[in-house]
């Protein structure tokens, strides 16, 4: 059975940090990511990375205060997030896709965490 499972939100005031983790299990993803969704917006892209865990893309909203990273290891994946802002504040979803192309659709992510609510007070 495929699992998904997100920890490390909370609230956190403005210009600090909080790192989440991604805990896969059931099949090898060829890439696992991050979206997140404020209330009434849309789910947005917001980070990637491959199996390999060198290679990574990150959307330009959170470029510079954002980093994603993998532990194959231990099959978890990170969202270390900087600076944080009050606009940062979102459920943040962890997703998985068995394709490999770079994508920051919604659609090609197969599998999906319940996600972790991050809060940024000002």
């Known amino acids: 059975q495929v699992q998904l499972e997100e920890s490390g939100g909370g609230l956190v005031q403005a210009g600090g940090s909080l790192r989440l983790s991604c805990a896969a299990s059931?099949?090898?993803?060829?890439?696992i990511g991050w979206f997140r969704q404020a209330p009434g917006k849309e789910r947005e892209f917001v980070a990637v990375t491959w199996s390999g865990g060198t290679t990574f893309y990150t959307a330009d909203s959170a470029k510079g205060r954002f980093t994603i990273s993998r532990d194959n290891a231990k099959n978890t994946v990170y969202l270390q997030m900087n600076s944080l802002k009050p606009e940062d504040t979102a459920i943040y979803y962890c997703?998985?896709?068995?394709?490999?192309?770079?994508?920051?659709?919604?659609?090609?992510?197969?599998?999906w965490g319940q996600g972790t609510q991050v809060t940024v007070s000002s």
């Open positions: 997703a998985a896709s068995m394709t490999s192309a770079l994508t920051t659709s919604r659609a090609a992510y197969n599998y």
């Open positions: 059931g099949r090898a993803f060829s890439k």
